[in-house]
């Protein structure tokens, strides 16, 4: 504190719009690296006494950055803005640009301190700048690109530890079904942590009443059997569902995506049923349940006894509803498994499912030529009996290929 703001020893000015602040270089280029290349480079301003930052920023943010480096420690209640932790989000932003890395340290720590009390204590003044500024600022779809993802992780980390509290405030809920509050990674994992919040019976823990604003629409499979979903998601993950909402005027150009999970059935039947998509009777509803639970949570694996004719089924299911990256996956499993399995009964099965008399619904999948290929790789030790394993036109393909084969033996 001794030289902060003094002229002894004063080498350097540091001006903000018209005003200015004696500084020392040693301290500055020791806590910044912004202003370390600039004394040390190569430009006119490493030998200028005077260090001219523009307009842009806050005189009181930059002189308290700097205070920091001489003392340590900020004065945040005196900082310029509407609340503290807003003040708190803006010196970091400040901290960031001119990256002072133990600044950015400490004002991380003192801001997730005060909104952990804030949330303990039922300060609703501050909650409300939280989510209404902070949360849209650094963690949503048009946040400030930082280079240090410091607060931005505290910020998500503190919605998800006060996940509970936050479902029951209405502004908070309005920015989220919106899009507004979050992008789509921060969305994706602030529903996946609620995704792990749901009790033994599939419950949620949280107000039902609020969380069924969220959910809609309900495909619905012709028989009655419904699985719940967001239309946000459906769109951002498949160009078939987008298409359809788009053309019905129900979907946001928003790209947040949303969690998805199975209501309880007495809750959802009266609030969504003005917003099913009819999928009619043609798939199966494990399938669609599935490739909806897939569109949430892409590493999630749902368990089939026949996993390679399952992959296929959802590979033809996934193509179908446009899901390019879901449908890849499941390809790739599929051709996975067939390796795995060249030993088993369900080898030969899998072969003459995708490339059997009746496979010509897997026709523009690729899967048909990856499980051909698999097959001849080892076509004169599989032993393979007689049947209808191929279709006429692999058949033929496949006695071609073992001649010439067996010719090269």
Sequence with gaps: MKFYCSDKYSDVTVKVSNLSLPAHRIILAQHSVYFKRA?????????????????????????????????????????????????????????????????????????TCAIDSAFSEGKNIV???????IVPRICGLNALQLADKRLRQSIMKLCKV????????????????????????????????????????????????????TWRPIPDFGDGQMVAAHRILLSTHSAYFDDMLKRYSVVSN??????????????RLTRLQNDCIDLGREDDPILIETMLHETFDPEYVAKAHDLAAFSAAMCLLTKKYDLRDASY????????????EKEEPSYPQAIALVCGPDSSKFADTMLPEKAFESCLKDAKTLMLKEGTLFSAEYAGWFAAELATLIKED
């Excluded at 996956?329 to 795995?340: A, P």
Aim: aromatic share 12%; charged share 20%.
């Design 329 to 340: 996956r499941h390809r790739h499993r599929f051709v996975e498994t067939m390796n795995k």
């Design 39 to 111: 004394f040390l480079g190569r430009f006119p301003v490493a030998s200028s006494t005077v260090i001219d930052l523009g307009e842009d920023d806050h005189f009181d943010m930059v002189r308290a950055m700097i205070r920091f480096m001489y003392t340590g420690n900020v004065p945040y209640t005196v900082l310029p803005g509407e609340s503290v932790v807003e003040a708190m989000a803006d010196l970091f932003v400040l901290a960031d640009k001119y990256d002072v890395e133990g600044l950015r340290v400490s004002v991380c720590n003192h801001f």
């Design 162 to 213: 006060h996940w509970s509290t936050l479902l029951l405030d209405a502004d908070f809920c309005a920015l989220f079904v919106t899009g507004q509050l979050f992008d789509t990674d921060n969305g994706s994992g602030f529903l996946q942590h609620l995704s792990l919040e749901v009790d033994e019976n599939g419950q949620h823990v949280s107000n039902t009443k609020i969380c069924l604003d």
């Design 127 to 133: 909650q409300h700048r939280f989510i209404t500024s």
């Design 254 to 267: 928003t790209r947040l995506a949303f969690f998805l999970s199975t209501l309880i059935d007495d809750l």
